[in-house]
T-cell receptor
Framework: RKEVEQDPGPFNVPEGATVAFNCTYS??????FFWYRQDCRKEPKLLMS???SGNEDGRFTAQLNRASQYISLLIRDSKLSDSATYLC??????????FGTGTSLTVIP | EAGVAQSPRYKIIEKRQSVAFWCNPI?????LYWYQQILGQGPKLLIQ????????DSQLPKDRFSAERLKGVDSTLKIQPAKLEDSAVYLC???????????????FGAGSRLTVL
């Protein structure tokens, strides 16, 4: 069983649409959670951390549900520049980071 | 702040040859990671160092892969002999050793893209 699972997509959405990604994790002792963005042929870069109370950064909202062991990312008013792969990451005890397979998003004009 | 440095950026070798990748983490970051990312997949943790000690190498194919971080700063990852399925991007990452906070974040280098022919 994989530590972190994501729907790989692809998600193809029109500009201005709202899109949501989910990610599930298997280890209930997981301590911290993140969404990373990865552009084609580039390294993953931190998009946002995910806190228990949920957090928002502009058009992006991240939520954590510890009881069901999943995290989500909501993107509102999608822009062409949002096209990328979105990776969820989970930090276990011992400072170990595990990643999902990534969800591919293409925003269409 | 300088980022995570990696070299070489690209390497093409034939199967059964050897290759080595180098990584210099962000200054002051105690934890260093090597990930393998095969096309279309997420990064897979190969090995994690805390200073110069190995924390987790459970997914490192030890018959052909080795890694070291002798002085607790930069690190090398070696593959010998390489197989076709080793074609991937090898990402180095580092983080602060803040085990008691949730502020710890992973920062990646640009990666080393390996093609095995």
């Amino acid at each position: 069983r994989k530590e972190v699972e994501q729907d790989p997509g692809p998600f193809n959405v029109p500009e201005g649409a709202t899109v949501a990604f989910n990610c599930t994790y298997s280890n209930s002792a997981s301590q911290s959670f993140f969404w990373y963005r990865q552009d084609c042929r580039k390294e993953p870069k931190l998009l946002m951390s995910v806190y228990s109370s949920g957090n928002e950064d502009g058009r992006f909202t991240a939520q954590l549900n510890r009881a069901s062991q999943y995290i989500s990312l909501l993107i509102r008013d999608s822009k062409l520049s949002d096209s990328a792969t979105y990776l969820c990451a989970v930090n276990f005890a011992g400072n170990q980071f595990y990643f999902g397979t990534g969800t591919s998003l293409t925003v269409i004009p | 702040e300088a980022g995570v440095a990696q070299s070489p950026r690209y390497k093409i070798i034939e199967k059964r040859q050897s290759v080595a990748f180098w990584c210099n983490p962000i200054s002051g970051h105690a934890t260093l990671y090597w990930y393998q990312q095969i096309l279309g997949q997420g990064p897979k943790l190969l090995i994690q160092f805390q200073n110069n000690g190995v924390v987790d190498d459970s997914q490192l194919p030890k018959d052909r892969f080795s890694a070291e971080r002798l002085k607790g700063v930069d690190s090398t990852l070696k593959i010998q002999p390489a197989k076709l399925e080793d074609s991937a991007v090898y990402l180095c990452a580092s983080s602060l050793d803040l085990r008691r906070t949730r502020a710890n974040v992973l920062t990646f280098g640009a990666g080393s893209r390996l093609t095995v022919l």
